[in-house]
């Protein structure tokens, strides 16, 4: 069952065996098969930090209908970028923060500037950050969106998701959602369904970057049996078709071995957005135990342009 697999992987005490992870990197033909790459716009894929398409990597889970893993489509150059949006950018207003109802900052403070800038304060704040939510604020009481509480997607998360989207066939899909995850080493998330979009029929598009991840997804039911899987800095996760409603979480964060984002680059990167050097130096810091996780969706059903319109 799912709720007995969560407390497996999440103990310490014993510490889970992990030889029943699914792992890409160690291709398991009875597990996944390799899939086309169903892209046919892949100019813009140096802008936003992506490899060459034709060079992606794309699996489906054989008995998990709808599940889909691209093997990290992300430059070296690429994850840097994202890894310092995410902490920089991503952190701060417009965007709502958890820590948002505690009055933790003060006018015009952020996140990342107390963080880098002032060591003791730095030190208790840096693990309070758990969540940014921007586009459609999702309301975790009510569990749905609202008109009221909504601000822009960034253009460069929204060209970077359309190309992830149509790899894999999706080539309506708009990013109106997204909850970037902040998880540190002791970090997990329980055991849920996103079921809040009026459109879920659109797929949901999980990134990896950081330290390493188990995730796992069961079925319909927290009853049914789940599998897990490693998610390494880079990987994409799409839930799609069966796999949206799946019941899914993180049970354990694990040490990478091999952090892909200090690799030197063979792809050319003259098109990619500015990376500020004193910044990544600082978000490189952050990343040697964290994971960050971009979750992006669509909300609304295609042609749909409010939560006010029948459709």
């Given at each position: 069952?799912?709720?007995?697999?969560?407390?497996?992987?999440?103990?310490?005490?014993?510490?889970?065996?992990?030889?029943?992870?699914?792992?890409?990197?160690?291709?398991?033909?009875?597990?996944?098969?390799?899939?086309?790459?169903?892209?046919?716009?892949?100019?813009?894929?140096?802008?936003?930090?992506?490899?060459?398409?034709?060079?992606?990597?794309?699996?489906?889970?054989?008995?998990?209908?709808?599940?889909?893993?691209?093997?990290?489509?992300?430059?070296?150059?690429?994850?840097?970028?994202?890894?310092?949006?995410?902490?920089?950018?991503?952190?701060?207003?417009?965007?709502?923060?958890?820590i948002d109802v505690h009055n933790i900052l003060q006018?015009?403070?952020?996140?990342?500037?107390i963080c880098t800038t002032n060591k003791q304060r730095?030190?208790?704040?840096?693990?309070?950050?758990?969540?940014?939510?921007?586009?459609?604020?999702?309301?975790?009481?009510?569990?749905?969106?609202?008109?009221?509480?909504?601000?822009?997607?960034?253009?460069?998360?929204?060209?970077?998701?359309?190309?992830?989207?149509?790899?894999?066939?999706?080539?309506?899909?708009?990013?109106?959602?997204?909850?970037?995850?902040?998880?540190?080493?002791?970090?997990?998330?329980?055991?849920?369904?996103?079921?809040?979009?009026?459109?879920?029929?659109?797929?949901?598009?999980?990134?990896?970057?950081?330290?390493?991840?188990?995730?796992?997804?069961?079925?319909?039911?927290?009853?049914?049996?789940?599998?897990?899987?490693?998610?390494?800095?880079?990987?994409?996760?799409?839930?799609?078709?069966?796999?949206?409603?799946?019941?899914?979480?993180?049970?354990?964060?694990?040490?990478?071995?091999?952090?892909?984002?200090?690799?030197?680059?063979?792809?050319?990167?003259?098109?990619?957005?500015?990376?500020?050097?004193?910044?990544?130096?600082?978000?490189?810091?952050?990343?040697?135990?964290?994971?960050?996780?971009?979750?992006?969706?669509?909300?609304?059903?295609?042609?749909?342009?409010?939560?006010?319109?029948?459709?």
């Amino acid at each position: 069952m799912f709720k007995d697999s969560f407390k497996y992987y999440k103990s310490k005490k014993p510490p889970p065996n992990l030889e029943n992870v699914i792992d890409i990197d160690k291709l398991d033909t009875t597990k996944v098969i390799r899939v086309s790459n169903k892209c046919t716009n892949s100019q813009d894929v140096f802008a936003v930090g992506l490899k060459t398409v034709l060079s992606w990597e794309i699996f489906e889970f054989t008995d998990i209908p709808g599940l889909i893993f691209i093997r990290n489509p992300f430059t070296p150059v690429g994850q840097r970028f994202w890894i310092t949006k995410c902490l920089k950018d991503y952190s701060k207003k417009p965007n709502k923060l958890n820590i948002d109802v505690h009055n933790i900052l003060q006018s015009k403070e952020t996140w990342w500037d107390i963080c880098t800038t002032n060591k003791q304060r730095g030190t208790d704040l840096i693990p309070k950050l758990r969540w940014a939510t921007l586009g459609y604020h999702h309301n975790w009481d009510t569990k749905h969106y609202s008109e009221d509480s909504k601000t822009e997607i960034p253009e460069e998360l929204s060209k970077m998701t359309k190309i992830i989207a149509q790899s894999v066939g999706f080539h309506d899909f708009i990013a109106e959602a997204a909850i970037i995850n902040y998880y540190r080493m002791n970090s997990t998330l329980a055991g849920h369904v996103d079921h809040s979009e009026v459109n879920i029929e659109a797929p949901l598009i999980s990134i990896s970057f950081g330290q390493t991840a188990i995730f796992l997804i069961g079925g319909l039911s927290q009853n049914n049996p789940a599998n897990a899987i490693f998610l390494r800095s880079g990987d994409v996760v799409i839930m799609s078709g069966k796999s949206r409603m799946c019941y899914h979480g993180v049970p354990r964060i694990l040490s990478t071995k091999n952090p892909v984002w200090n690799v030197d680059d063979d792809e050319p990167d003259n098109n990619i957005m500015s990376i500020n050097n004193n910044d990544w130096n600082k978000a490189k810091v952050f990343i040697t135990d964290t994971r960050i996780n971009m979750n992006v969706r669509q909300v609304l059903k295609t042609g749909q342009i409010s939560l006010h319109q029948n459709f």
